[in-house]
């Protein structure tokens, strides 16, 4: 599978990394913006011993477990990952990730692994932000025209750090940091 191909996958799972996880041809895909139960149209992004990196480019079909996020910068912000995934499944992901590495890392055939605690908070919970100061900041397509590009403070947008996105609220952080 060449770099540039496009390609249709159903995510099954979650990375560590926050992305989808599928496969195709016996090899394991990562894909950037895909939460498991969506079919979606990808493009391959590179590949390495073992396993393809692609973007999602298309939805073609929905995730049962999908919900609205709270967040208006969400789909930009690379500050979170999941928030578009019902919090149940996000648990059952997390145990799943620890089984693994547990079978991977510590080469444990069956581990015991007690299922993951939820928070009482969804919301406001996160105790340190890393924002991110620039002399320039990045403005969205959907800001009116003339907006002030001088001077960003917030995080950065997914997949970009070069970049940073002003952060009017942030809901993951307690309100006080907004």
């Known amino acids: 599978m060449k770099r540039g ?28 913006g895909a939460i498991p139960g969506e079919k ?40 979170c990952s999941w928030q578009n995934l019902d919090y149940g499944v996000q648990l059952r992901e997390k145990e799943s990730l620890i089984r693994e590495n547990l079978r991977k890392i510590a080469g444990l055939k069956d581990p015991p692994v007690a299922p993951a605690a939820p928070s009482p908070r969804l919301y406001g919970y996160r105790n340190k932000m890393e924002f991110t100061f620039s ?29 940073v996105l002003e952060i009017t609220d942030c809901r993951i952080a307690p309100r006080e940091f907004s």
Do not use: M, N, Y
């Open 5 to 32: 191909a496009e390609i249709e996958l159903t995510v099954s799972g979650l990375s560590s990394k926050g992305f989808g996880v599928a496969r195709r041809e016996g090899r394991v895909v990562f894909v950037e």
């Open 40 to 79: 979606v149209l990808a493009r391959v992004l590179g590949k390495k011993k073992g396993h393809l990196r692609a973007r999602k480019l298309e939805l073609i079909s929905p995730s049962p477990h999908e919900v609205a996020p709270e967040c208006p910068h969400f789909s930009t912000c690379g500050g």
């Open 135 to 163: 002399p320039q900041r990045w403005v969205l397509e959907s800001e009116p025209e003339g907006v002030d590009r001088l001077f960003g403070l917030g995080l950065h947008p997914r997949g970009r750090f070069d970049k």
